[in-house]
């Protein structure tokens, strides 16, 4: 098969589009042909070398795509299925445990399905099952605009929280027409001046973000980090706490999120699209920042 690989850590140019062998699934996994893998920060970050993989590699977590073969209950050949895969989604096949998957709902595409699972879990789980985000609460997102932060600013919507996210002058009508009801411009205000009593604050940006979030948490409050270490003494000095985690696979949150997804609740931006073979360029824009939802590669056989 056809696949993007790494044999060394670097920039883009490390991406190399080769032959390599097809996987195989053990038991409790299956084979999916993948039509559409998505690109996330972590993978240009993995390519750079932030943690300690062996070589060589192929990246990706997210993939959409036809079940060939099957050893997992729930699962047959020919099921259209999206989620994380275990052997690298930038291929044109990848196995997956299936714990990891669900089928793909006929109202959303490979494209569209593909873009979900670590942006949707991470925002889910950052929301609800570490903020506790309940409705009629305060929510404020970091980086509202980008992959992970606009689909959090239309769950905390979608629960019933007052939801306030922060972007760039360009992405406020884009923030706002998501259903935010405030909009923050990081560039011009001191978000710890401009938003208070906040219930969950959610940072998916990173750098010093992270630490001015605290100001704006009430007694109480909880900020959650994906990019960060936790400034929990900051926060343990107003009576809150500061959390960091990693998403963990879910197939009934991957179910749930793309049918809010699939019925139109939540709204999926695509910022671009690009054939696997241009991973290279789908990096470098990802790897640019300030990109608006997610960037997704198509993946032909």
Known sequence: MRAVVIHETGGPEVLSFEDVERPQPGEGEVLIEVKAASVNPIDWKIRRGVREIAMPKIL???????VV??????????????????SGGYAQFATAPAGAIAKKPAGLSHEQAACLPVAGMTAWQAL?????????QRALIAGGAGGVGHLAVQFAKHAGAHTIATGSPRNRDFILGLGADEYVDYTSQDVGEAVGDVDVAFDAVGGDTTASLVPTLREGGVLVTIANAPP???AAQRGARAVVFSMSPSSEQLQGIAALVAEGTVRLEIAES?????ARKAHELSEAGHTRGKIVLTVSS
């Open 128 to 136: 609800f099952d570490h903020g506790k985000l309940d409705a009629g």
């Open 232 to 234: 929990e003494q900051a």
């Open 69 to 86: 073969v099957s050893l997992a209950e729930g699962f047959a050949a020919g099921d259209e299925v999206f989620g994380i895969v275990a």
């Open 274 to 278: 690009f054939p696997l073979e241009e």
């Open 60 to 66: 990706g977590n997210d993939a959409s795509g036809v």
